[in-house]
């Protein structure tokens, strides 16, 4: 089931290079899965804002979001107390059922959200858990402790090599190979990339243009082998058999 | 009490607001927000004879007020729409819907409107001649009064339903079309569809939409579309199905002033999903403010 309800601004801070870190306090009852998303309304804005879960509880929500343009923009802006309506229990998020014992995490910049809440609950689950994120530069870097606070081991990258390793996250996949599944979320480059340089099966979180997020417009229709899928509803996540490139 | 129900040709509504075809699937998504029974009926997905997938992506652009579409009809074709989407809608809605039939021939429109014929569940076909997303169908009936006549004259052969076409704001003389359907045998209008526009990203410096152009809806449009259905209410005497823009109960009073029995809201239902909920709930409240008895009464009133 899907859920409006009105959202307070508990923080909202910059922490890297135009990406911030925003706290919604709020219902969450309705959210399933790792890899869901919200659809934010934003004031003086026609459409809603659709942005991946980083974290979640009982009464709380964390999200993290690069300023893209005029709307996100306003977003940044935002202070604590602020009240937000936000669309929750939207998208299919990712499974952890068939990782087996050693999954491989791969986030691409503010395609790493997602995947902290998957690595929560993946530790949780007793899994031995890496996650390789790739970011542009040093400045672009986030959330490179967080993920190793809850017991991952992770490498990074950055295309300029700033920092970490230079080159994009398939260059530290190529040489992992004893993970058993493997969950990515990033830019369709580096998902292409990733699904070219993986060696087992996974799941692949996709990003689209939506008008409304919950399925009714068929703004983010594409084509899969299993036939038409819509992001919003029959993804963000893709299994990475379905994939048609 | 104020009287919410309204009427389109023989078919009771127990209030005019209906979602828009291409802005509310085939219910499916909406029930899981809330009772959509409450609703006076619903246009459902745009279907044509074979399934489609549509144009590329992206499809979608934000707009100052509203939004540009350019989904290109994508639907599971009329086989598909009859054994399973209606059937499951009709586990979350006990009404008669209307059935929106698209088409890149006469035959198409034919065949559709011959199979959904046979469907008790459609109370009305509303035949769209307007799809701006299309190439060589779609806007090209509904752009040439001739053209629009001779569809709506060739599927009121095949069935007995009620029959409202779907007309496109981009003409020169909309009333001229509207007279044409109704001279043809249409039983009513639906107006309008959405008027074709475009954006470009500055960051790119290319058009957002993959193919470009696309169908700009949302409260922007209102006055104009206002304005049309003012304009072919005064020259036709057939029921007219009003939208464009609508986003709030008095914008359904103003609709139905300007000559409006029924009104569909569109863009509204993908910024908020409640926005049909909230309209009919806050209809008698604003019915009471303005001293309106009955809808049903105010049709045309504006004349």
């Not at chain 1, 300029?160 to 969950?183: A, C, E, M, P």
């Not at chain 1, 996709?206 to 997020?213: A, D, H, V």
């Not at chain 2, 359907?181 to 058009?207: F, Q, V, Y």
């Not at chain 2, 008698?284 to 403010?289: S, Y």
Request: aromatic share 8%; hydrophobic share 35%; net charge neutral.
């Amino acid at each position: 089931m899907y859920k409006r309800d009105c959202y307070e601004v508990k923080s909202n801070k910059n922490i890297a290079n135009l990406v911030y870190e925003m706290v919604l306090e709020g219902p969450t009852t309705y959210i399933t899965a790792p890899g869901q998303f919200i659809n934010i309304e934003i004031d003086g804005f026609y459409l809603r804002r659709p942005i991946s879960i980083c974290e979640y509880d009982e009464n709380t929500i964390k999200i993290i979001y690069k300023v893209v343009g005029e709307g996100t923009e306003v977003l940044a802006k935002l202070e604590s107390g602020a009240k937000l309506d936000v669309l929750t229990g939207l998208g299919n998020g990712f499974k952890t059922i068939k990782c087996g014992e050693k999954p491989l995490l791969i986030g691409g910049g503010v395609g790493t959200p997602p995947m902290y809440q998957l690595c929560k609950n993946l530790i949780n689950e007793g899994k031995e858990v890496t996650v390789v994120l790739g970011f542009n530069s040093k400045n672009d870097v986030f959330y490179e402790e967080e993920f190793k606070k809850l017991g991952a081991k992770v490498y990074i990258t950055t295309a300029d090599g700033s920092y970490g390793t230079k080159g994009f996250v398939t260059d530290v996949i190529k040489d992992l190979n004893d993970y058993t599944y493997f969950y990515a979320c990033g830019p369709e480059p580096m998902l292409k990339a990733v699904y070219d340089n993986t060696n087992t099966t996974g799941e692949l979180s996709f990003e689209e243009r939506m008008g409304c997020g919950f399925g009714a417009c068929m703004g983010c229709s594409c084509k899969t082998k299993y036939g038409n899928k819509r992001i919003c509803v029959d993804g963000p996540v893709l299994k990475k058999e379905e994939i048609i490139w | 009490m104020v009287d919410l129900s309204v009427e389109l040709s023989g078919l009771k509504l127990d209030n005019p607001i209906i979602p828009a075809s291409g802005t509310f699937g085939f219910g499916h998504e909406f029930a899981k927000f809330y009772d959509i029974n409450m609703l006076g009926s619903i246009s459902l997905k745009g279907t044509t004879q074979e399934e489609r997938f549509g144009n590329p992506t992206p499809r979608i652009a934000e707009c100052t007020a509203g939004l540009i579409n350019s989904v290109g009809l994508q639907n599971p074709g009329i086989d598909n729409v009859i054994k399973y989407q209606i059937p499951e809608l009709e586990k979350y809605y006990n009404k008669k819907v209307i059935a929106n039939i698209s088409g890149f021939s006469l035959d198409e429109y034919k065949y559709c409107c011959e199979k959904i014929d046979k469907c008790d569940k459609v109370g009305i076909i509303e035949v769209n001649i307007s799809c701006p997303n299309v190439h060589n169908g779609g806007m090209a009936f509904g752009t040439d009064a001739k053209n629009a006549a001779e569809v709506t004259k060739e599927i009121k052969k095949v069935t007995t339903k009620p029959i409202y076409i779907k007309l496109t704001p981009n003409v020169t003389n909309i009333v001229e079309i509207a007279k044409a359907c109704e001279d043809a045998g249409a039983d009513g209008i639906s107006m309008i569809n959405t008027l074709l526009g475009m954006r470009i990203n500055p960051k790119t410096k290319k058009p957002i939409i993959a193919n470009k152009m696309g169908g700009f809806s949302g409260p922007a449009i209102f006055p104009v579309a206002l304005r049309m259905i003012y304009q072919v209410y005064e020259a036709v005497n057939i029921p007219i199905i009003g939208m464009g823009g609508v986003a709030s109960a008095k914008d359904v009073i103003e609709m139905m002033l300007a000559g409006a029995s029924a009104v569909q809201v569109g863009a509204s239902n993908l910024k908020n999903p409640y926005a049909c909920k909230e309209i009919i709930e806050d209809l008698p409240v604003q019915m009471e403010k303005y001293n309106i008895k009955s809808l049903k009464e105010i049709i045309g009133g504006a004349h």
